[in-house]
T-cell receptor, first 114, second 112 residues
Framework: AQSVTQLDSQVPVFEEAPVELRCNYS??????LFWYVQYPNQGLQLLLK??????LVESINGFEAEFNKSQTSFHLRKPSVHISDTAEYFC????????????FGQGTELSVKP | SQTIHQWPATLVQPVGSPLSLECTVE??????LYWYRQAAGRGLQLLFY??????ISSEVPQNLSASRPQDRQFILSSKKLLLSDSGFYLC???????????FGQGTRLTVV
């Protein structure tokens, strides 16, 4: 079985500060990794994903995540956050060749304050 | 991209009544389909997923069941609702296991 743990349920930061949202997973097989974002009163949307190749992946709005196989982690970072980044962030995994199962973590609520 | 239609948006049902939530997908064929329950602080709990017509995998033993009678139709059901079935239910679809999942707007179910 697989599981995803997001270590922080809430992360308050000031605008222009750096932020890291942590994600660890457990799986006996290789996985694809995803970060989804849910802005207030909106649906979930994909932020970025890791499939293979370079372990550092980036989104169009300045977020990046690094896959660390030895630590089974996929932490999300941004060097300088904006008020508009306030949202809930979900880490998710899909194990290879197991019918497309998509498992989410508990979510991290990022609150950016002026 | 894909469009996920879920209805109804809100539903209030008495304990012991049946349930049927429907999800239909536009913009793709033979998608992987998912039902989740979202609760504050608990993220998205995967309930069921399906890779094809009539193929259902259940993740959590519970009072609910799912069916996929057509390629782009996914139904969440219960014969007798419990209070604990209250929650926010999301349907999702994606083309394959390494592609983006698209979500519906959800159904807020309150069992009274």
């Amino acid at each position: 079985a697989q599981s995803v743990t997001q270590l922080d349920s809430q992360v308050p930061v000031f605008e222009e500060a750096p932020v890291e949202l942590r994600c660890n997973y457990s799986s006996s097989v290789s996985v694809y990794l995803f970060w989804y974002v849910q802005y207030p009163n909106q649906g979930l949307q994909l932020l970025l994903k890791y499939l293979s190749g370079s372990t550092l992946v980036e989104s169009i709005n300045g977020f990046e995540a690094e896959f660390n196989k030895s630590q089974t982690s996929f932490h999300l970072r941004k060097p300088s956050v904006h008020i508009s980044d306030t949202a809930e962030y979900f880490c998710a995994v899909t194990p290879y060749n197991q019918g497309g199962k998509l498992i989410f973590g508990q979510g991290t609520e990022l609150s950016v304050k002026p | 991209s894909q469009t996920i239609h879920q209805w109804p948006a809100t539903l209030v049902q008495p304990v012991g009544s049946p349930l049927s939530l429907e999800c239909t997908v536009e913009g793709t064929s033979n998608p992987n389909l998912y039902w989740y329950r979202q609760a504050a602080g608990r993220g998205l709990q995967l309930l069921f997923y399906s890779v094809g017509i009539g193929q259902i995998s259940s993740e959590v033993p519970q009072n609910l069941s799912a069916s996929r009678p057509q390629d782009r139709q996914f139904i969440l059901s219960s014969k007798k609702l419990l209070l604990s079935d209250s929650g926010f239910y999301l349907c999702a679809s994606r083309w394959s296991e390494n592609t983006e999942a698209f979500f519906g707007q959800g159904t807020r179910l309150t069992v009274v």
